[in-house]
Nanobody, 118 residues
Framework: VQLQASGGGLVQAGGSLRLSCAAS????????MGWYRQTPGKEREFVAV????????YYADSVKGRFTISNDNAKNTVYLQMNSLKPEDTAVYYC????????????WGQGTQVTVSS
């Protein structure tokens, strides 16, 4: 399984970015796909998750109303649209695939840096 994250960059506060996570190596119909983020010296924190098949979503309170997670089955890709970005959103963002009901099957992509300047 490979998860390839991209789309990070430098943006001013109030701006937008869209992260992509291209998934390959298996079918993900019974997986949930998530985005997490981490800053130096802190634990990795949950940002958003989507059920690959059903499309149900869940967000951390800190990003609710600003970020939107979605997926494109044809492209095997998960997106994180980030609007109204704040300096505190600065982090390395990681995508994750986890089989529903079986956390043994848990995969991570490499991170993509998001920097929001004030």
């Amino acid at each position: 399984v490979q998860l390839q994250a991209s789309g990070g960059g430098l943006v001013q506060a109030g701006g937008s970015l869209r992260l992509s996570c291209a998934a390959s190596g298996r079918t993900f119909s019974n997986y949930k796909m998530g985005w997490y983020r981490q800053t130096p010296g802190k634990e990795r924190e949950f940002v958003a998750v989507i059920n690959w098949s059903g499309g149900s979503t869940y967000y951390a309170d800190s990003v609710k109303g600003r970020f939107t997670i979605s997926n494109d089955n044809a492209k095997n890709t998960v997106y994180l649209q980030m609007n109204s970005l704040k300096p505190e959103d600065t982090a390395v963002y990681y995508c994750q695939a986890q089989r529903i009901g079986d956390p043994t099957f848990n995969y991570w992509g490499q991170g993509t840096q998001v920097t929001v300047s004030s």
